[in-house]
């Protein structure tokens, strides 16, 4: 029995609202039923169903950070002292107040945690950095500067798995 996250049990036409939506969540209920090719309350009722069994986790604008005065995206690759779950949680717990941090993965391989952080100029940059390899627990910390990056896409690809 397939659960609420199977993605077999989802038709062509939730692919084609999650896709769409993955582009452009602003666009009226109305156009989105024109796009996927229904009518309008039978969409609006795929969407709620979807977002009620967590496929769509929210909406969010796009907004343009070196406009708003961030101008640098780096990540950094951190090693902790110790992988014990205390200090991993203890780690996780400390860059989730830190609002440069916009992500946080942990990772295998070539350390504990992949960060990705935004600074608003190389001096801001190097705080964060300096920050990060005196935080407590912390081992290691190697950044990686992101020169460009040409390709940075919303969500997951919305075909129908193969296999």
């Not at 062509?12 to 996927?36: F, H, P, S, W, Y």
């Not at 110790?82 to 949680?89: A, F, I, P, T, Y």
């Not at 391989?109 to 935080?135: I, S």
Request: aromatic residues 6%.
């Amino acid at each position: 029995m397939a659960n609420e996250f199977d993605p077999l049990i989802l038709d062509e036409i939730d692919r084609k609202i999650l896709a769409e939506l993955q582009a452009d969540g602003r666009m009226t209920n109305v156009e989105l039923a024109k796009r996927v090719g229904i009518s309008p309350p039978p969409c609006l009722r795929r969407v709620r169903r979807l977002e009620e069994a967590g496929y769509i986790l929210g909406y969010h604008a796009e907004t343009n950070g070196p406009r708003l005065g961030w101008q640098i995206v780096f990540f950094v690759i951190v090693g902790l002292e110790s992988q014990k779950q205390v200090v991993l949680e203890q780690f996780e717990a400390l860059v989730a107040t830190w609002p440069e941090v916009r992500e946080c993965h942990m990772i295998r391989g070539g350390g504990d945690f992949l960060l990705k952080l935004v600074a608003r100029d190389p001096g801001h940059e190097n705080q964060l950095t300096t920050r990060l390899t005196n935080a407590p627990l912390v081992a290691r910390v190697q950044t990686l500067q992101t020169i460009r990056t040409s390709r940075d896409l919303p969500g997951v690809p919305l075909e129908r798995p193969h296999g």
